[in-house]
């Protein structure tokens, strides 16, 4: 890094640092998003999501490699098995919205997974809502419903889809937390990522073929923008605030609607305009109150273009369960 950017870097705070790496870790999966579209043309999702698993594995080798196959031990192999599937599923439904969907659409709606987690939190872990957060939460659903159009003659079996994944990296998240009480988070993340190249691969083989020399080029784009959004996001957590860094990431759709308008020449309407802003206002007040109360607010995660989960942005120390699926 040449000097004067060095001593530039070193000026600014942890929070503006925290927010820098968060600010591109949305574009780093926007740009996923945006390669899963084109490549989505060709190949189908089953493909797609086995070929994202394979190459973001292959990025993660060495850590098998310094730390051995220990790394695999576990007490709670069904949970962890219980949570593959949750989270390739969850890859499964986004990456067939974000293919047959505008792509600022599916990625907005994606963002109803914080609010999917407070429900799953009551009913699994047991958790108190008070009033105005559940108000909140119930107000993020009625922004969710506006992309998805107030019109039941309307409502698109995609956006269905990708309100699935929501609901399914929030699922899987929750079983990050309930894993988290016994297991290493490097742990949680090599039986992941092992497990859903394996759980992938008999999909893939159904509607297997044999992509062009271009799309090669993307989809080893694709895992690699997937484990740098996740470096990045965990590096903004090493440096920030949760409260401050997190608001950044809602920039990923943003960051979506100007992908979609250059490639796909996709234009948001106004219910996807106005449900967006209803969602990330409902998600910073959840935020605002839980900093108010000294609590460590909702993760989003996810593949993200989260879960991942479901949700589908992997931690590679233990300092922390991934985010995505």
Sequence with gaps: ???????????LSGNARGALFMLLSAVSFS??????????????????VFFRCLFGMMVLLPFIRRQGFGIFHTRRP??????????????????????????????????????FMIVLAVL???????????LATAVGFVGVIVVMRPDPTALDIHALTALASAALIASALTMVKMLSSTEKPLSILMWFVTGAVLASL????????WPEPLTWVLLVAIGAAASLGQYLAVRAYREGEATLVTPFDYSQ????????MVLFAEVPDAWTLVGAAI?????????????????????????HP?????????????????RRP
Excluded at 31 to 48: R, T
Excluded at 311 to 322: A, C, I, K, L, V
């Design 1 to 11: 890094m040449p000097p004067a950017v060095a001593s530039w870097w070193q000026a």
């Design 279 to 303: 969602i990330i206002a409902s998600a910073l007040y959840i935020m605002y109150r839980e900093a108010q109360l000294g609590r460590p607010a909702t993760p989003h995660g996810g593949d």
């Design 78 to 115: 069904g949970m962890h098995s219980l949570r593959v599937v949750f989270g390739i599923l969850a890859m499964f439904c986004l990456f067939h919205a974000i293919t047959h969907m505008e792509l600022a659409a599916a990625i907005t709606i994606t963002y109803a997974r914080p609010l």
């Design 31 to 48: 740009a996923m998003g945006g390669m899963i579209k084109v490549v989505g043309g060709e190949l189908h999702s089953f493909q797609v």
């Design 306 to 322: 989260h879960p991942d989960p479901d949700h589908d942005r992997d931690s590679t120390d233990d300092r922390g369960p991934d």
């Design 253 to 260: 759709i943003l960051w979506a609607t100007l992908i979609g």
């Design 202 to 209: 008999g999909p893939a083989l159904w509607v297997w073929r």
């Design 124 to 134: 699994i872990l047991g958790e108190v809502v008070r009033w105005r957060r559940g």
